[in-house]
């Protein structure tokens, strides 16, 4: 099968170098204390952030920080073929946690001692990518909801087919079988790296090559979300200015005054 | 609401609290009464809503009989054969119909099968904890299944492919993103868009008796034969001949809750524990009654009160019909069955 055309074309259309199309909406839910509908093309997934809470476990409970609970779900039409996944499934357990070692080096959870943060996120359309998708997804719902973090995060992946660095693999190129390198950073500090997976054989220039255009990607996908961040913070103030602080407007504006500053550390 | 609950259960940590206050002295004085109210709202919940109803409207600004604003999202999922994204209020439920092929059952040779499951995604209230099922997810799913098998809406001879042999299976799931009461109408309006929208692959079967969707891989009998009919057209430019199902009936659902003697229509979750009793009545086009639910409750209900809820039901049954009209006119499926059968 052929990756990339000889016009340098992607089976999708894109340039090697190109992201697919960034889309989020902020606050989605009215349950939530903060959520987001991200989409990475047609990667789909929905992030629901609910605390920070006092924990409910007692022998759960950590004196020095916040614990962090994470689920990840895929809905059933979600892939091409209908599959029931369990819970038990491998694959969601270890993309789970992934998730949540990811968020845990993001959040600053000494700040919320013997508090929880659950973290859900729902797959509901998979096209490559969930995994990166759904760090971005929570990233954005942790800001909605004024968890106070360390910087931003951003996951993008990218892999090598057909003797060419490709940024953001959708499912085709995902299943083509070439290395896959899924990276997370932090981009206002030196663009530190959370998360780095990749499974597959590869030469070390090539994995270099690879790694350098995900963390790219990650900073491109970073902008995005921190733009939209910014742009839902003034659209909460400008809501607050107009008055319509009533009983629901109250809550809304309380999480906009902090859920505009997690970005650097300010305490 | 739950924003608000958890953001005052957490009395060591420090941001939300400065928030808040700093939200209450930065804002008008009405700040503090908002803040007052939302204080009283949280200690008293049933006076806090009593005293709305005995005002006759609800703490959300409407009327006791009003359903709240719906919209309903077809196509949404395209990995789905066919989805749909229902909002009443902020109530969210997306469906997503799977379709497969599957030997024909012995007992049934020539129906296929519809399943329909109901999941509460954990993300869909504070309450909701990740694991098992829940009793409330479980019940909803076996109530809609019961009701479209009950009420016949799919004939499943519609789903046989080749009686004896294969039919389809048509995997309806459902899942709740946002909780938020009258969850029941919320779910059935999403599954009766997601059939009324779906759209049945055409099959071949080879001579090793397999049977391939057209258009898929392998499936290169049907194309071909219709090429042969007409040698004009392109194989690849033919579309793949697509079946609608026929609806027999289009169910539609109202709840209403019994509180203090008013019937409440459409109750959100922040009404539903306060209400003495809930109804939830399904009506079909004609008016008739397809089903009627009532579990228990500290008041029971009079026959008067049942025939105003189905009342209610047929008044939003025909409000719901015409929105769904409209978004599968917007979808461009609207040939189909679903509207021989409304009609």
């Known amino acids: 099968m052929e990756y990339v055309s000889p016009e340098g074309l992607r089976l999708d259309g894109r340039r090697p170098k190109e992201l697919r199309q960034l889309k989020a909406q902020l606050d989605v839910l009215s349950t939530a204390d903060g959520s987001a509908l991200f989409e990475m093309g047609n990667t789909k997934v929905l992030a629901a952030v609910f605390g ?164 790219a990607g990650c900073r491109a996908v970073a902008d995005f979300m921190r733009g939209r961040l910014l742009e839902h913070t003034r659209a909460l103030a400008a809501a607050r200015a107009a008055g319509e602080d009533g009983g629901g407007g109250g809550g809304a504006a309380m999480e906009g005054d902090s859920g505009e500053e997690l970005e650097d550390d300010e305490y | ?132 099922p829940s009793e409330a997810a479980q019940a909803l799913g076996e109530q809609l299944g019961a009701l479209m098998e009950g009420a016949g809406v799919v004939d499943r001879r519609q789903l046989c492919i080749d009686a004896g042999k294969a039919a389809w299976a048509v995997y309806l799931d459902l899942y709740v993103l946002d909780a938020d009461g009258s969850l029941y109408d919320a779910c059935l309006l999403a599954a009766l868009a997601t059939l009324a929208s779906l759209r049945l692959h055409a099959v071949t079967v080879d001579d090793a008796g397999r049977i391939h969707k057209a258009g898929e891989d392998g499936a290169a009998a049907a194309p071909a034969a219709v090429a042969q009919q007409r040698p004009g057209s392109q194989q690849q430019g033919a579309a793949p001949p697509l079946r609608s199902l026929q609806l027999d009936c289009q169910p539609v659902s109202l709840t209403c809750g019994v509180y203090r003697g008013q019937l409440l229509v459409d109750p959100t979750a922040e009404e539903e524990p306060l209400l003495e009793a809930l109804l939830t009545a399904t009506v079909d086009e004609q008016g008739d009654v397809l089903g009627f639910y009532k579990a228990g409750g500290s008041a029971t209900a009079s026959q008067q009160r049942v025939l105003e809820c189905i009342e209610a039901a047929k008044m939003r049954g025909k409000e719901v019909r015409g929105l769904l009209q409209q978004a599968l006119e917007a979808a461009g499926v609207a040939d189909g069955g679903a509207v021989a059968a409304g009609s």
């Open chain 1, 52 to 215: 920070p809470k006092p924990t409910e476990l007692r022998s759960q409970e950590d004196e020095k920080r916040a614990i962090i609970r994470c689920e990840y779900a895929m809905a059933a039409f979600s892939t091409g073929e209908r599959r029931r996944r369990g819970k038990s499934d491998r694959r969601a357990t270890e993309i789970t946690k992934a998730i949540r070692n990811t968020l845990e080096q993001t959040i600053m959870t000494e700040l919320l001692p013997r508090s929880q943060i659950d973290i859900y996120v729902q797959v509901l359309q998979a096209d490559g990518g969930t995994r990166c998708a759904c760090i971005n997804a929570a990233f954005l719902a942790l800001a909605v909801a004024a968890v106070p973090m360390r910087d931003v995060v951003a996951a993008c992946a990218a892999g090598y087919l057909d003797s060419t660095a490709l940024l953001d693999l959708n499912y085709m190129e995902d299943a083509g079988g070439g290395p896959d390198v899924v990276v997370a950073v932090h981009p206002n500090h030196s663009n530190r790296v959370v998360l780095l997976q990749q499974d597959n054989r590869v030469a070390v220039e090539t994995f270099e090559e690879v790694m350098e255009l995900a963390v």
């Open chain 2, 1 to 132: 609401m739950g924003r608000r609950r958890s953001a005052a259960a957490q009395p060591r940590q420090p941001l939300p609290s400065q928030a808040m206050s700093a939200a209450a002295a930065a804002a008008a004085p009405g700040g503090s009464e908002a803040l007052q109210a939302e204080a009283f709202q949280r200690l008293y919940p049933d006076q806090y809503l009593a005293k709305f109803v005995a005002q006759g409207v609800r703490p959300d600004g409407r009327p006791l009989a009003l359903p709240r604003a719906t919209s309903i999202g077809l196509g949404v999922v395209t990995t789905a054969d066919a989805s749909a994204l229902v909002k009443i209020g902020s109530t969210t439920v997306l469906a997503g119909a799977k379709c497969e092929v599957m030997p024909a059952s012995a007992d049934e040779p020539d129906k296929g099968r519809l399943v329909v499951q109901v999941e509460m995604a954990p993300l869909c209230s504070a309450e909701c904890r990740p694991g098992r």
